[in-house]
């Protein structure tokens, strides 16, 4: 179609300007070629410019006048080279013009997990665009292949670019971002393209810990996630039991001396089961570093959740297994029973105390339905309890099911016998809360402590609190309480105040676990600084806020 004209007189005035591109003045019109079309894109671009008055296309069409004035070459009379050079800007202004009303579209889709615009977020890559003939193209870079609203990022991507007006024909691609742990520090090999390991804890035996563990890592894995699961129980291991992989021994490699893991229907499986010697009989210190060698020696590859069938108990073995591996979440299971409670309450405070998140609990064995009645034959609110007590935001209930445990006994997880099953729509929903959850954990870690040079102050907003404060980087430094800087058998200071200079700023910062950040200094000083520490330093006030600058 041919764009709206509107035909001006020569006697209708219009913004001129010099040739030299300064302030514009309105001038009467002296000459215009005829027939010179301007597209809108152009129009809007000049008049930001300085050019042109904004509106609609504009057709001149006035009779050449006899000119006595050496001015106009001066005039907006668009002579060839000046005409030309414009309309390069006005092309370089319009891509800018497209990239920007596609931005402007995609932004309207929040994630749900962060609360912010997908374009925010960073998600938006190889945008790619053809104005003329109307094609955009662009990738969308989840956090995890298995975000579960993924399928509604895509359409919505598809719908709010394509109702562009110049817009054509739409291409988005989904893709997630590779594995890569959001902690620092020396992690061993094996854990290092990990992206988030959770936790599944119960603290007492025999409440289905195990079976929540598998089906759980099955269920991510059928979300599209890179899964491992590692049996952390030596002395009675259930994942041989549990899945049935065709090699069910662990392999070395002799080279590398590393363990390679055993694999089940996707999932990667590391188990004292699959190392060929049965249960342990050995005393604790002996199991830690059984434990220790297992996960931290294992080729695991790149995997988006590895989940941790956590051993009951709070003891030498599930300390080990907290400070040793870089823990994301925790998964609590429990039973209706009171004694089931009392037990998981140690646990929620034993990760509480390591400043590990325990984001879901699932209560086993609830309820049954028989003859169109449900019954709870073990009572009702230990689950809740829980919740409530210790402020964990989700609660999962499973019913009373033979086949549950059958599929367990049989080496097929129930998750993958039946997945449009009741029980599997609750794994279902459970792998969503564990997708959110982590998302928003490896958000804020990665955010809490971050250094702003326009104001040369350490921004500090420690997970799970609303508070925001700024501290300088000479005081964080002086505040450092390794053996570097305080005696240890004293407790003398021997890092002096004049040691540091005042204009120090820090040359990196990253999380080290849910707890922590490193910060290296000028001097290769690698300061462990806790939140709950940076939360006692003295504070800045009065600094100017900067306005945020988007790229």
Sequence with gaps: MRPEFTQLSHSEPVLAMQSSLH??????????????????QTLKSQSKAGLLL??????????CCSIHSLKLERTLCLSHKTRTAAFQDASAISSDTAESDVLKALSQIIDPDFGTDIVSCGFVKDLEIDEAQGEVSFRLELTTPACPVKDM??????????????????????????ARPVFAGQLPAGLQTISNIVAVSSCKGGVGKSTVAVNLAYTLAGMGARVGIFDADVYG????????PENRLLEMNAEKRTIIPTEYMGVKLVSFGFAGQGRAIMRGPMVSGVINQLLTTTEWGELDYLVIDMPPGTGDIQLTLCQVVPLTAAVIVTTPQKLAFID??????MFSKLKVP???VVENMCHFDADGKRYYPFGRGSGSQVVQQFGIPHLFELPIRPTLSASGDSGIPEAVADPQGEVAKTFQNLGVCVVQQCAKIRQQVSTAVTYDKSIKAIKVKVPDSDEEFLLHPATVRRNDRSAQSVDEWTGEQKLQYTDVPEDIEPEEIRPMGNYAVQITWPDGFNQIAPYDQLQTIERLVGVPETAPVRA
């Design 358 to 360: 325990c984001i879901a």
């Design 153 to 178: 990022f895509e359409q919505r991507a598809n719908e709010v670019v394509a109702m562009i007006p110049w817009v054509k024909n739409v291409k988005v691609t989904m893709s997630a971002q590779p």
């Design 23 to 40: 302030t514009p003045s309105k001038m009467p019109l002296l000459c215009a070629p005829s027939w010179l079309y301007l597209s809108l």
């Design 344 to 349: 998981v309450a140690k646990g929620v405070r």
């Design 54 to 63: 904004p509106g609609k296309c504009l057709q001149f069409s006035a009779p």
């Design 237 to 244: 291991p259930s994942l041989p039991t549990m899945v049935s």
